[in-house]
Structure formats: structure tokens, C-alpha cells
């Protein structure tokens, strides 16, 4: 078994890297699922029915150009971009061991907060529109 350390995840929203601003991110995959549950049975029974996915990240703030702030702001006004979370960022060439998961979404929230205490952050959740597509060759 071979661990890897998070703070090698790399992230791309819409080709910028953002991977230096992010502190966390998240892609959950999901499968609905259809009752066919009939008379006479004594347990519930289902078939798969359709994927959904969803995509979260947060981290430091930064309204700078290309930065962070400018990026996001940006994919409020846009339909459909792509997102990039490779999990294992340890090199620059994927592997079988080091995949890469690229899909097409939708930011459906994003959010700015400010402390007394401390820096500037945000947050930013995305609807993933089609498949999630999993590499294991090429360049992040």
C-alpha cells in the first residue's frame, strides 16, 4: 500500500491552476438507485440508475489577477467549465498509480469569509454536469 500525502493534490478550474490557494477539495461520486421491490419478497430490492457528482474546494483568499478570486468570480456568469483534481500531485506524469479525475461543471456556490482573527478565505461547490473522466496518462 502506497500513501500519499494531501498536500500534494493539484486542482484546475477552467485551465488556471489553483492548486497554490487550495487548502482542501472534495469530488464525491454518487449512484441513484430505483426500488423494483415486488409481492412476496421479504427484502427490498434495486437496480442502478444515474450517476451525480459533486465537487468542493476551499482556501485562501486572494483577489489579485488570475488569482483565486478573479477565476471563481468569473465561472458565476459561465454554464458549464472544466474542473481538473488530481489527488496525488507528487509528479508531473500520471500513472496507473496517480490518476487524474476531469470533468465538466457548474459552480453553484462560493462563498467569502472574513475574521478578526484571522486571513481571508472561501469556499466553492460545484455540480458536475456528464461523467467524471479518470486519466492515468499525460500532464496535470
Known amino acids: 500500500m502506497a500513501f500519499v500525502h494531501g498536500r500534494k493534490s493539484k486542482v484546475k478550474v477552467n485551465a488556471v491552476d489553483l492548486t497554490n490557494y487550495i487548502e482542501e477539495a472534495s469530488l464525491s461520486n454518487s449512484v ?3 426500488e423494483t421491490t415486488t ?3 421479504d427484502s427490498k430490492t434495486y437496480i442502478a440508475g444515474l450517476k451525480d457528482a459533486t465537487f468542493s474546494c476551499s482556501g485562501k483568499y486572494d483577489a489579485a489577477a488570475s488569482a483565486v478570486d ?3 468570480q468569473a465561472l458565476l456568469q459561465a454554464a458549464e467549465f472544466q474542473v481538473k483534481f488530481q489527488p496525488d500531485g507528487s509528479s508531473s506524469s500520471l500513472s496507473s498509480t496517480n490518476p487524474a479525475y476531469t470533468f465538466q461543471a457548474i459552480l453553484t456556490s462560493y462563498e467569502v ?3 478578526v482573527g484571522d486571513v481571508i478565505t472561501f469556499s466553492a ?3 458536475v454536469s456528464g461523467d467524471v473522466s479518470r486519466t492515468v496518462t499525460g500532464t496535470f
Open 32 to 34: 441513484e438507485t430505483a
Open 39 to 41: 409481492l412476496g419478497k
Open 70 to 72: 478573479v477565476t471563481i
Open 113 to 115: 469569509s472574513a475574521s
Open 125 to 127: 461547490e460545484f455540480q
